[in-house]
């Protein structure tokens, strides 16, 4: 059955901000926490143009195994908050952090390496590398989540049609900015956490798909192309009237999403009404009762 995810959001301008979607600020804190991955490796940068030719070329090759971990190991963090923040979810189809381990083991042996000494100075620092980052990050989500009783196909549909809604969300993010204005940045963050209550009903019952297809792709992709056009607009001239039309339509358009995701609740609860009716009168027929 599905059930209401995320909080209460404030409206309006001038008033409180509303919290960031949970993840986002996942996301935020995962990048934080990856950030010194890509500090560490520069010195091997800036000591590589004082060595000999072979010298140079190890530091680099050190130096882009590292920066790829890095990578890797923040793009994981990432997918690992989107994997925690659903109450179901698909295994990430790359092991991200597992392969930034690897790559950080080989970075650290590449860089650790020297003709003259032992292949186990090498052997050790790649087995430190790869110890200390599953201990700092952890592995990746290595199986699905919440998926027992659903069918497959549906969840794949549904993964598919919120992935799609999700690209006109980042659309709207990303246009909006253009506007240089962060009231207007976090009147669409606002409607953005109004749409991922929708996601989130959607995928804890696929079956829901079917009635809110139509908000996913046609009113979404409106609004995309809406938020686009408005924030070119509104950055060459500033209308005032446009901008006033433009929070109307989102307010129109949160209402309409919102009323959506409450009809889609309230008809899992008259589903599971039924089914909790129909098993009492099995029961009441084979003469079964509390006692």
């Known amino acids: 059955m599905a059930e209401r995810y995320g909080g209460r959001y404030s409206p309006g301008d001038g008033k409180r901000a509303p919290a960031a979607p949970k993840p986002a600020r996942r996301a935020v804190r995962a990048s934080g926490k990856a950030g010194l991955l890509f500090a560490a490796p520069v010195p091997l940068v800036i000591s590589a143009f004082f060595r000999d030719p072979v010298g140079l070329a190890q530091n680099l090759v050190a130096f882009g195994l590292l920066i790829g971990a890095a990578w890797l190991t ?7 908050a989107e994997y925690d923040a659903r109450k179901v979810a698909r295994k990430p189809g790359i092991p991200r952090k597992i392969f930034g381990a690897v790559l950080i083991g080989a970075g650290l042996a590449v860089a650790g390496y020297a003709p003259e000494a032992s ?6 620092f790649a087995g430190l590398g790869l110890v200390l980052h599953f201990l700092a990050f952890g592995p990746d989500p290595l199986r699905d989540k919440g998926a027992e009783g659903v069918d497959a196909f549906q969840s794949d549909r549904v993964a598919r049609a919120v992935d799609e809604a999700e690209k006109h969300l980042k659309a709207m993010q990303d246009a ?5 204005n962060r009231n207007l940045e976090k009147r669409v ?17 696929p ?10 792709s046609v009113y979404l992709l409106g609004a995309r192309d809406a938020t686009v056009k408005f924030a070119d607009l509104y950055a060459r001239t500033g209308d005032d009237g446009a901008r006033a039309d433009y929070e109307a339509l989102l307010d129109d358009l949160e209402a309409n999403f919102s009323a959506q995701t409450e009809k889609l609740l309230s008809d899992n609860r008259t589903d599971l009404d039924i089914e909790i009716e129909v098993l009492r009168d099995r029961l009441a027929r084979e003469g079964v009762r509390p006692e």
């Not at 292949?119 to 050790?124: D, H």
């Not at 009635?211 to 996913?216: C, D, N, S, T």
């Open 74 to 80: 923040r793009e994981g963090l990432r997918a690992e």
């Open 119 to 124: 292949l186990l100075n090498p052997a050790i």
């Open 176 to 180: 909006i900015l253009r506007a240089n």
């Open 189 to 205: 963050q606002r409607f953005q956490a109004t749409v991922r209550e929708m996601f989130r009903t959607i995928e804890n019952d």
């Open 207 to 216: 079956r829901d798909l079917t009635a809110a297809r139509k908000y996913l």
